[in-house]
C-alpha cells in the first residue's frame, strides 16, 4: 500500500488497475477531503439579575458540514438545546455561569465556550435617621452601604457631606444614595428636615493685663461657656489667670427648635507697652538728624 497525504481540501479521484494471466479488473476510487468545520461564540454578555436574559450566538466555518448541534448553558433555563439558534435563555441567581456548544461532523466534534456573567442588585443600607438639622449647623457627612455609590439632592454633594447652611431652613430635603453593582443599579433615600437657628451675637472684648475680672456679654442671655480655668460658665474671665494672648472661648445656646448654637468670638488680652531706647546718644554738631528714631 502506498501512504497518501492530502494538503487540501476537496474531492479526488483514483484508478486501481489490476492485471494478471486471466486479464484486467479496474476500480475507480472516489475520495472527499473534507476541511471540517469550526466555529466562534461571541463573548457572553454581562447581566443583571432583574432582565437576566441571554441570546446566543455563534458563528461557522463550513455550516454545510455540521451534522448535530448540543449547547449547554449551566445555571441556566433551558439547560440545554440541539437547535443551531436556541434563542433566549434566562437566569435566575446570580454568578458566572460557562456556556458551551459542541458540534458534530464527519471530521468529528468541535467546540467553544463563553461565560454569562450575572450581577446581583447591591442591598442599600442607609444611615439610621430621623434627621434634623439646624441651619447654623455644622455640615454633616451621611454614610451609607455599600461603599462607592453617589449621594444626590439639595444642600449634598456626591460623597455625602449635608450642609444644612446651603438650603432654605423650616423645610424638608429628599436625599437619594445611588450604587451599582456591574449591570445592577439600586437607589434608597432619606428625609431630612432643617429648622431655623436663632442668631447668636458675642461681643468681642479686648482688655489689658492687669483687669479684673469681667464678664463676657451674649445675647441671648441663658447660654454656657466652655468652662475653663480662666473662664467660668457664666462667662466670668479672669486675665490674671489667662495670661496674654488671643482666646476664643465657646458659648453654648439651645434655640427654641433644639438647635445647638456654638459661638467663638476673639477675646485679646494685652500686655503692658515696653519701650526700647538706649540711655545716651551722642551727637556731633555738624550731623543733621530728620528722625529722632535715628538715635535711639
Given at each position: 500500500?502506498?501512504?497518501?497525504?492530502?494538503?487540501?481540501?476537496?474531492?479526488?479521484?483514483?484508478?486501481?488497475?489490476?492485471?494478471?494471466?486471466?486479464?484486467?479488473?479496474?476500480?475507480?476510487?472516489?475520495?472527499?477531503?473534507?476541511?471540517?468545520?469550526?466555529?466562534?461564540?461571541?463573548?457572553?454578555?454581562?447581566?443583571?439579575?432583574?432582565?437576566?436574559?441571554?441570546?446566543?450566538?455563534?458563528?461557522?466555518?463550513?455550516?454545510?458540514?455540521?451534522?448535530?448541534?448540543?449547547?449547554?448553558?449551566?445555571?441556566?433555563?433551558?439547560?440545554?438545546?440541539?437547535?443551531?439558534?436556541?434563542?433566549?435563555?434566562?437566569?435566575?441567581?446570580?454568578?458566572?455561569?460557562?456556556?458551551?456548544?459542541?458540534?458534530?461532523?464527519?471530521?468529528?466534534?468541535?467546540?467553544?465556550?463563553?461565560?454569562?456573567?450575572?450581577?446581583?442588585?447591591?442591598?442599600?443600607?442607609?444611615?439610621?435617621?430621623?434627621?434634623?438639622?439646624?441651619?447654623?449647623?455644622?455640615?454633616?457627612?451621611?454614610?451609607?452601604?455599600?461603599?462607592?455609590?453617589?449621594?444626590?439632592?439639595?444642600?449634598?454633594?456626591?460623597?455625602?457631606?449635608?450642609?444644612?447652611?446651603?438650603?432654605?431652613?423650616?423645610?424638608?430635603?429628599t436625599l437619594t444614595y445611588t450604587a451599582e453593582n456591574g449591570e445592577?443599579?439600586?437607589?434608597?433615600?432619606?428625609?431630612?428636615?432643617?429648622?431655623?437657628?436663632?442668631?447668636?451675637?458675642?461681643?468681642?472684648?479686648?482688655?489689658?493685663?492687669?483687669?479684673?475680672?469681667?464678664?463676657?456679654?451674649?445675647?441671648?442671655?441663658?447660654?454656657?461657656?466652655?468652662?475653663?480655668?480662666?473662664?467660668?460658665?457664666?462667662?466670668?474671665?479672669?486675665?490674671?489667670?489667662?495670661?496674654?494672648?488671643?482666646?476664643?472661648?465657646?458659648?453654648?445656646?439651645?434655640?427654641?427648635?433644639?438647635?445647638?448654637?456654638?459661638?467663638?468670638?476673639?477675646?485679646?488680652?494685652?500686655?503692658?507697652?515696653?519701650?526700647?531706647?538706649?540711655?545716651?546718644?551722642?551727637?556731633?554738631?555738624?550731623?543733621?538728624?530728620?528722625?529722632?528714631?535715628?538715635?535711639?
Amino acid at each position: 500500500f502506498i501512504a497518501i497525504h492530502f494538503k487540501q481540501q476537496g474531492t479526488y479521484t483514483y484508478r486501481l488497475v489490476a492485471n494478471n494471466a486471466c486479464g484486467t479488473d479496474v476500480q475507480i476510487i472516489t475520495i472527499v477531503v473534507l476541511d471540517g468545520p469550526t466555529l466562534a461564540i461571541a463573548p457572553g454578555p454581562n447581566l443583571c439579575i432583574d432582565n437576566a436574559i441571554y441570546d446566543p450566538l455563534s458563528t461557522f466555518t463550513n455550516p454545510g458540514q455540521i451534522q448535530s448541534f448540543q449547547w449547554t448553558f449551566t445555571g441556566g433555563s433551558p439547560t440545554s438545546s440541539t437547535a443551531e439558534n436556541p434563542g433566549n435563555i434566562t437566569y435566575a441567581s446570580a454568578g458566572t455561569f460557562p456556556v458551551t456548544l459542541v458540534i458534530q461532523s464527519a471530521c468529528g466534534p468541535s467546540s467553544d465556550t463563553t461565560f454569562v456573567t450575572v450581577d446581583d442588585i447591591p442591598v442599600i443600607t442607609m444611615p439610621s435617621g430621623p434627621f434634623q438639622y439646624c441651619s447654623g449647623s455644622m455640615p454633616d457627612t451621611l454614610i451609607a452601604q455599600p461603599p462607592g455609590g453617589v449621594w444626590s439632592g439639595q444642600g449634598i454633594t456626591s460623597d455625602g457631606i449635608f450642609d444644612p447652611g446651603s438650603v432654605p431652613p423650616g423645610a424638608t430635603y429628599t436625599l437619594t444614595y445611588t450604587a451599582e453593582n456591574g449591570e445592577c443599579e439600586a437607589s434608597s433615600t432619606i428625609t431630612v428636615n432643617v429648622v431655623s437657628s436663632e442668631t447668636v451675637i458675642v461681643q468681642d472684648a479686648q482688655y489689658c493685663q492687669d483687669a479684673v475680672p469681667f464678664n463676657l456679654v451674649a445675647t441671648p442671655m441663658g447660654g454656657i461657656w466652655s468652662d475653663t480655668t480662666w473662664l467660668s460658665s457664666t462667662g466670668l474671665f479672669d486675665p490674671a489667670i489667662s495670661g496674654t494672648g488671643i482666646f476664643r472661648p465657646v458659648y453654648h445656646y439651645l434655640d427654641i427648635n433644639g438647635c445647638m448654637i456654638d459661638v467663638s468670638p476673639p477675646l485679646i488680652i494685652q500686655s503692658f507697652p515696653v519701650s526700647m531706647m538706649t540711655d545716651t546718644s551722642v551727637l556731633c554738631n555738624e550731623n543733621i538728624i530728620n528722625s529722632l528714631s535715628d538715635v535711639l
